[in-house]
């Protein structure tokens, strides 16, 4: 059901109970033919991907005690700003965050850490953000040698069904959860978890027992949440609701393939509907490697290329596939199928920058040709992986200049769809970052940064267009 091989030079063939794939190697070029859906943009000023006018904030918890709670926002031409939360929520709670503000450019909010979910709980934890004009957001929780990140996603853009992505709980020196959390966005919101459990071990709520299969069936209203917690990988966990609701899911922290220490891993889910077929992976910079998560929404035939090596696969429905690439190396993924890619950055084996981090990969029909987003400060380096069509490379920028030689780690052209891309990571500085091609050539953006074991992670966007 569940597998995970690295990709080394020789030639190998895998077989599982839900996966079976063969392999071949040579020393040719080889080109994967795949069909892409076409972009049809309407007008200049259609909201696209991750951005947007309303969106639901929340914070899952955290291993860590205590953590430093940010909303970044940013804006193409400056927006007015509303943000909420229940009116049920602590007086002195919603003092702390509910206000009315202009944001010529970008704005950091910082949050109360008391509101960091607990598990097992109906709460009014969730932040409601309105703004007057298109926005990115990003929400970013960092304490002690643990931190995590994800891309929201606009109201508009949410849906009724997702798929969790967590990861197998490391139970030998603490106790670790993998978690996942919903907020509802109308009262009356009836919501069903189908779980998925790696190891069928039982998960208790509210007096009951459940196991990989059964159903957990509650309902919430507006602005309130729900998280679950277990000391298993909830992997292919359904959710499905009666409205559209925000879900998220990951690990509290988590220390992965047994390298490092421990992380936060946060993601907000895509929708079902607005998950891709066809993907680039790239590495992870610093000496990291990087595991790859190929998550099938229905059973799929799925082909992986790294290098010269190329995989065939057949993997069931909400079952899962992992890869494990270097920090060399990139990885081209196509499917038959919608498949969810999630990409686990891993602790450097030979330093203490970074621990793991988790990033929902964009596909390449999810691919935007503007972003304006804010790296985090207080990291020793951070990050931005590139992926674009090589005959059009030389139309990126970055903050309104070309990139300068001196500041590319990495690059590889990879050959997918008949067309070679380029994969390029750059180092940049923390504070505002505008990406853009000056023909409005679509490309993929992945944002990481490491620091003294921490290491964050995020997309520009994982949502089709």
């Known amino acids: 059901m569940y597998s995970t091989t690295e990709i080394h030079t020789t030639p190998k063939t895998y077989s599982g109970e839900n996966v079976t794939k063969e392999t071949t190697t040579d020393s040719t070029t080889r080109t994967t033919e795949i069909q892409t ?74 949050v109360p850490s008391a509101l960091e979910l607990d598990s097992f709980k109906e709460e009014v934890k969730s932040i409601f953000i309105e703004t007057s004009a298109d926005v990115f957001i990003i929400s970013h929780a960092d304490g002690s040698s643990t931190v995590g990140s994800t891309t929201h996603i606009p109201l508009h853009k949410l849906s009724n069904t997702y798929v969790v992505i967590s990861t197998e709980p490391d139970l030998s020196s603490f106790s670790f959860k993998s978690q996942l959390a919903v907020a509802a966005t109308v009262d009356n919101t009836t919501i069903s978890m189908t779980f998925k459990m790696k190891r069928n071990l039982p998960l208790n709520i509210e007096g009951n027992t459940y196991y990989s299969g059964d159903v957990f069936n509650f309902s919430l209203n507006r602005y309130e949440t729900y998280q679950i917690a277990h000391e298993t990988d909830l992997t292919g966990t359904f959710i499905e609701s009666s409205a559209p609701v925000a879900a998220f899911s990951g690990n509290d922290c988590n220390k992965l393939e047994n390298i490092g220490a421990c992380d936060h891993l946060i993601e907000q889910l895509p929708p079902i509907d607005s998950v891709d077929t066809i993907y680039i992976v790239p590495p992870n910079a610093n000496d990291r490697d990087t595991l790859i998560r190929i998550t099938s929404m229905e059973s799929s035939n799925t082909t992986f290329v790294i290098g010269n090596v190329t995989q065939s696969l057949f993997i069931n429905k909400l079952d899962y596939f992992d890869v494990r690439i270097s920090s060399s190396q990139t990885c081209f993924i196509a499917s038959d199928q919608p498949s969810l890619v999630t990409s686990f950055g891993l602790a450097s084996s030979h330093s203490t920058f970074g621990d793991p981090s988790m990033t929902i990969v964009p596909g390449f029909n999810q691919y935007l040709s503007f972003y304006k987003i804010v790296v985090p400060s207080g990291y020793d380096f951070d990050y931005v992986s590139i992926m674009i069509k090589h005959s059009f490379k030389d139309s990126f920028r970055i903050n309104g200049r070309v990139i300068e030689p001196a500041d590319i780690i990495f690059e590889e052209n990879v050959t997918a769809a008949n067309l070679t891309y380029n994969v390029r990571t750059i180092q940049v500085s923390a504070g505002e970052l505008t990406a853009y091609t000056v023909d409005d050539e679509k490309f993929g953006l992945m944002f990481a940064g490491v620091s003294y074991y921490e290491a964050y992670g995020f997309s520009g966007n994982s949502l089709l267009l």
Do not use: A, C, W, Y
């Open 37 to 110: 859906t076409p972009f049809i943009i309407h007008g200049p000023n259609v909201t696209l991907g991750s951005r947007g006018t309303e969106f639901i904030v929340v914070f899952m918890k955290n291993f860590v005690s205590s953590t430093r709670k940010k909303v970044f926002i940013t804006s193409k031409n400056g927006v007015q700003m509303n943000v909420s939360t229940s009116p049920h929520l602590d007086p002195t709670l919603k003092s702390q965050i509910d206000q009315t503000i202009d944001i010529p450019s970008n704005k950091e909010l910082i």
